[in-house]
């Protein structure tokens, strides 16, 4: 039966690909049907969860010649199917509203197509062509989606850094997979895991994969396309590529070290550990500082795809000393976590896109006051606010609070490297989850709260139906999420069984309600329980207030925060919200550089200072990269405009040197 559910879901998908002819101006039909696509490839990915039946695989007559294309759907590509289509379906929905506001949609609809249907092609994929073939059509079409609002003065640098990365990625991850296939004798994913591979081929093709994956999720050092491709994109675009095509690159990770390797080596989980340790902190404190509001949750992905990838490090870390079931538990937080972070991250991202299309700005400092503008875009973002701060009731609370009980286990590893290293990622998982909330503090504060900043702020209003409906819908599975996690991590067992070897959650026939309790200790997390205490703390609260106080109303002035002054300047601003952990981390981290403008007493004018910061990855390492390959581009452009005799003299000259490097080798 599955077999046929998924071959009919790939025939849909050609389907899907060809109304790309007609997808001009129509929006509406497209977002629509991308709807209906996402929708059913979620329901069919959680059917396939819920069955709890063995793999199913199909094969068609395309692809590499003799071979054909193989598809094949298991748990693992299954959890992230979901993760993908739920937040593709709500990403359309909002589309349908949000379109209206882009004059170009030709620029936009054919490759958002595209992107959906590449994702998706990219999970069944079970060959190594199909896999490459996809995960490279998905990074193009994402490309012409940063690419789409091509006048804005910041893109063109940010389609070039993104795609730079991304063909950097994609041949690190060719090489990875080719060393597998060489060994194997096969492109087939189930040939490849009986390849036997030497302990230095195996490092190699972890470093690989490390690289070629980490590139495309935003991990440090290789972040550098994040920050500025997210912004140029389309918000419920850059909602996509924040919240689900870096957990693709999750998966591709996961497939091939833990799947196509099957056995991984002690020292990989140390460099997995310190990389995700530095991006959690690094992402969080670079989000701290910026003003763009879609800049910040770009750097907000980094942070939390460290989060990820430090329970995979912990992960590999317990299954490599024989603590299985410490393993599984610390790739059931991991899992938990990008399903979470790919629901509030597209809240919020679509909340930044509400905002910029009825205010005109991205830049908080242009903001403020929208809570009165914007009722339901700011309720709905401060749910969001709260699940990335990981605050219960929220889910992102359950997840990080999943991770931090592996972390308390690693006493129990037998490295004593890995017992420093451990409780120091720990503690660097607990720092940036307060530098999150103090983030978030500021970023609500600022927009939503005190005095509009501009008239475009004055002059908001609320946004389309259609866009907030969505938004109240991904709010309302963070909630949900966060109360009853039972049954997703029911999901996850499967997925967890065949990576770590054994399942931590034994939760089938259990209602949904009952406590998530460990096994290996005595803590539990009952959502029910502590919404319960929540409700009741704040209906004591209430009470009080309305029993206690007096039944006359005076009136007082507003509290003026020492500034008797009724203006909009003399209130808080992101970046004096930010000065004191600028002072503290600016030196070095940012190499920061500030510099205050004053005047003489006598002379009417303002005092101004001049904050510089930064990123040092970019500005040591890559920048210089590209700006080689840019200025290497520009001299052999030339190439593009010789004669075709000249053309046929360059393809003698090509064989004859590859001729001669084939007598040498041989």
Request: with cysteine; net charge positive; aromatic share 14%.
């Amino acid at each position: 039966m599955k077999e046929y559910l998924l071959k009919g879901l790939l025939l849909f998908f050609l389907f899907y690909i060809l109304f790309i002819f007609f997808a001009k101006k129509n929006y509406k039909g497209i977002y629509l049907l991308s709807s209906i696509y996402a929708g059913l490839s979620f329901l069919f990915s959680l059917f396939f969860l819920l069955s709890a039946q063995p793999s199913q695989s199909v094969a068609f007559p395309l692809g590499l010649p003799g071979t054909g294309a193989h598809f094949k759907i298991d748990a693992l590509s299954a959890f992230f199917m979901l993760v993908v289509n739920l937040a593709s379906f709500v990403s359309s929905l909002y589309g349908l509203g949000y379109g209206s506001h882009f004059s170009e949609q030709q620029r936009i609809l054919p490759f958002y197509i595209l992107f959906l249907g590449s994702m998706n092609m990219v999970l069944l994929a079970s060959d190594m062509f199909g896999f490459l073939f996809f995960w490279e059509l998905m990074s193009l079409s994402s490309w012409a989606l940063v690419m789409s609002s091509h006048k804005e003065k910041e893109t063109p640098e940010a389609g070039f850094i993104y795609l730079l990365m991304a063909v950097l990625g994609t041949f690190a991850l060719l090489f990875s997979m080719s060393l597998i296939a060489a060994q194997s004798g096969s492109y087939s994913f189930e040939q490849m895991t009986k390849a036997v591979l030497s302990e230095k081929t195996s490092s190699v093709v972890f470093a690989l994969a490390l690289f070629g994956a980490g590139s495309k999720a935003g991990l440090v050092p290789l972040h550098v396309w994040l920050p500025r491709a997210h912004p140029a994109a389309p918000s419920h675009v850059s909602a996509l590529m924040s919240g689900v095509m870096t957990k693709v690159a999750v998966y591709g990770f996961l497939r091939i070290v833990f799947d196509l390797l099957r056995t991984q080596q002690k020292w990989w989980s140390y460099l997995i550990l310190i990389i995700a340790g530095v991006s959690t902190v690094s992402g969080v404190l670079y989000a701290l500082m910026q003003h763009d509001l879609k800049k910040l949750l770009a750097y907000h992905t980094i942070e939390n795809i460290g989060i990820i990838f430090v329970g995979i490090g912990l992960a590999m870390a317990f299954k490599t000393h024989g603590m299985v079931v410490a393993s599984a538990l610390s790739l059931t937080a991991a899992l938990f976590h990008v399903l979470n972070h790919s629901l509030f991250k597209n809240l919020l991202f679509l909340g930044s896109g509400a905002i910029q299309s009825s205010t005109g700005w991205r830049d908080m400092e242009k903001l403020g006051g929208l809570i009165t503008k914007m009722p339901h875009t700011a309720l709905a973002f401060l749910i969001g606010s709260i699940a990335i701060s990981a605050l219960p009731p929220l889910n992102g609370f359950v997840s990080e609070w999943l991770l931090l009980q592996s972390i308390l286990l690693s006493p129990q590893l037998p490295s004593w490297g890995l017992k420093f290293l451990v409780p120091a990622v720990g503690a660097f998982l607990a720092l940036s989850a307060a530098l999150a909330a103090s983030c978030f503090i500021k970023v609500y504060g600022i927009t939503f709260l005190g005095r509009p900043r501009s008239m475009s702020a004055m002059a908001a209003c609320e946004s389309d139906w259609c866009s907030v409906g969505a938004m109240y819908f991904v709010a309302f599975l963070c909630l949900l999420f966060g109360i009853f996690p039972a049954p997703v991590l029911h999901l996850l067992g499967s997925a967890v069984e065949a990576l770590a070897g054994g399942v931590y959650f034994s939760l089938s026939g259990k209602p949904f309600y009952e406590p998530l309790s460990l096994n290996i200790d005595r803590n539990a997390y009952n959502g029910t329980f502590l919404i319960l205490l929540l409700g009741g703390f704040f209906l004591f609260v209430l009470v009080m207030i309305l029993g206690k106080a007096s039944p006359y109303i005076r009136k007082t002035p507003i509290w003026d925060c020492g500034y008797p002054e009724n203006s909009p300047s003399c209130q808080y601003t992101a970046g004096s919200y930010a000065q004191p952990i600028r002072k503290v981390f600016g030196p070095s981290f940012f190499a920061l550089r500030e510099k205050v403008v004053s005047y003489s007493p006598w002379l009417p004018r303002a005092a101004r200072m001049y904050v510089r910061l930064h990123d040092l990855v970019w500005e040591y390492l890559f920048l210089p990269v590209a700006t080689a390959v840019n200025r290497f581009s520009i001299k052999i452009n030339v190439l593009q405009f010789l004669t075709v005799r000249r053309y046929l003299v360059l393809v003698f000259l090509t064989l004859v040197i590859l001729l001669a490097l084939l007598t040498i080798m041989l």
